[in-house]
């Protein structure tokens, strides 16, 4: 029996969940990644986008560090979609909004997306070592939830964040995350973070928006007009799909 | 002119204190640290122990980084004083503990201090070329924000917490110090990281060790016998002296 079958016991036996949030993806490596479920969560908006998409009937996102690593599926019948710095990037089929992923335009369609934050922590996710990746956003938060409240690995929430920087919205959904799987389960957090997100988000849940104003990345996104997108993106829990890594293409579970 | 002095007498015309809050040590790197005053954070029980030992009369502080570094000033006419992992390292005239300094033992003396992570923070705020660093806590709190409300460059405070990971204790003290500053002046802040801090401590501020008695450095201390540190700890500003570096030295400012 190897230490991680020894976790799993321990943890089903005594019947709580372990949960770890990651402020920021540069710090990762301070985590123990193997053999746990790793949600990642990029608010605003690619992980948004993601769980949109695959609402709206994609077959697959296929999410992809590079530029140039979505270039490399130029040749096949995929979707492109590419954005830095919030922009979309010119030459490619969309950007990183989920209102692109509507009417039918992603339906049975597999698209690759590579962002400025999001992307790159499913891959960092993926290599170190995660018995199963999902895509977080508040869109379908409940699901995800209940999802995980069944599972026997432990949780790692890794907030994407801006350049490595914290911001506030993953942050927020960290701790949504965690409350609402304290409803479903009980839960072991030996993790400060996780103690502050969910603090944050008790105190913020009837105001999510008011108190995301005050955010370097809303002001960022506010200059670039995707002040809708921000508004759709803070929905909680209006799809029932839970979205994570099969084959190493982003699906519905 | 060159950017700096274009940023103070920016800063000087619109009457704006610029704060910025790095959560960990490991994400120090992502911030612009040349110019700005740093306040090191870390409140158990490194920075508060400095605090206390210039209180109590110690000529100065010298922190260092290492074991090797400090028992370099063996010869010398020194109290030494070195922490591991919440312990005294065997052989050091002194631990991490504020109550060490206490009854007339730091009087005139010069402590030289290595810590599992505060002391750390100094020498790279040092080396990342801030203008000045100081050591913040709480026993000191009003007396620095006082400080700083009349200073001219950018603050930038940098939580030690533990090993990199983030603690609530030194988010706190971050969120209680821009709270203080925020009585006293204008902030123009434009960091995530500040204004969660500041979140979190409006909320716990009138039950601070009940909420730290779910922190993970809480349970740490605790089971070395150290919650009569951590209760001292915590008191607010019962201290008038501001505590900073003068010619490498953590001294009376």
């Known amino acids: 029996m190897d230490s991680l079958d020894k976790i799993k016991i321990d943890i089903y036996y005594c ?34 986008t993601i769980c949109t998409a695959i ?16 270039m490399d599926y130029r040749s096949g019948n995929y979707l492109l979609a590419a954005e830095r710095n919030g922009y979309k990037v010119d030459g490619f089929d969309m950007g990183n909004s989920p209102f692109e992923c509507q009417h039918g335009k992603v339906t049975n369609k597999t698209i690759v997306l590579t962002t400025t ?24 938060l409940e699901a995800t939830a209940q999802w995980l409240s069944q599972c026997t690995e432990p949780i790692l929430i890794l907030c994407a964040g801006w350049k490595d920087k914290v911001n506030l919205e993953d942050t927020l959904y ?6 609402k799987l304290r409803q479903m ?28 104003k005050h955010s370097s990345h809303y002001k960022r996104l506010s200059h670039l007009s995707h002040e809708e997108d921000m508004i759709f993106c803070m ?13 190493n293409q982003m699906k519905k579970m």
């Open 15 to 48: 019947g709580m969940i372990q949960v770890e949030v990651v402020i920021s993806p540069a710090l990762l490596s301070l985590y123990e990644v193997k053999g746990k479920v790793v949600v990642v969560v990029d608010v605003l908006r690619a992980t948004s």
């Open 55 to 70: 609402h709206e009937g994609a077959e697959a996102v296929i999410a992809v560090e590079t530029i140039e690593s979505a």
């Open 117 to 140: 934050n999001g992307t790159k922590c499913i891959e960092a996710a993926v290599k170190a070592g995660a018995n199963h990746v999902l895509a977080g956003s508040f869109l379908n």
């Open 174 to 179: 960290a701790g949504a995350l965690v409350a």
């Open 185 to 212: 389960a009980e839960l072991s957090i030996d993790c400060d973070t996780a103690l502050m997100a969910e603090q944050l988000y008790n105190q913020s849940q009837n105001n999510l928006i008011g108190v995301l």
């Open 235 to 247: 929905q909680n829990s209006v799809f029932q799909e839970v979205v994570g890594l099969v084959e």
